[in-house]
């Protein structure tokens, strides 16, 4: 399983940015998710989508503004982040094998390299 994530950057509070993650070797139906990482803190599970069915899946942190989708043709995962905030400056990562367990995003597969989001004015 090999994931790459992409589209980090630096934006400012209130903006937008997309980030898109290729997996190769995992059914995309069983589960992939993002999470994000800030120097010092533990790595935030933020967002899932989950099953055939396209559940999804935010931490309170993110919903309202951020929505993932997936693009199963093409074996793509995307993260829509809008109203951006400086806390949501972090590392963001993909990963696969993604369920909620107890209302938290875990993942019990693999982890891609990271992108790293700046918001910043």
């Known amino acids: 399983v090999q994931l790459q994530a992409s589209g980090g950057g630096v934006v400012q509070p209130g903006g937008s940015l997309k980030l898109s993650c290729a997996v190769s070797?995992?059914?995309?139906?069983?589960?992939v998710g993002w999470f994000r990482q800030t120097p010092g803190k533990g790595r935030e599970g933020i967002s899932a989508?989950?099953?055939?069915?396209?559940?999804?899946f935010y931490a309170d942190s993110v919903k309202g503004r951020f929505t993932i989708s997936r693009d199963k043709a093409n074996n793509m995962v995307f993260l829509q982040m809008n109203d951006m905030k400086p806390e949501d400056t972090a590392v963001y990562y993909c990963?696969?094998?993604?369920?909620?367990?107890?209302?938290?995003?875990?993942?019990?597969?693999?982890w891609g390299q990271g992108t790293q989001v700046t918001v910043s004015s």
């Open positions: 990963a696969t094998d993604v369920r909620v367990v107890a209302d938290l995003i875990i993942s019990f597969g693999s």
């Open positions: 070797g995992f059914d995309l139906d069983l589960g």
């Open positions: 989508i989950i099953s055939t069915d396209d559940n999804t």
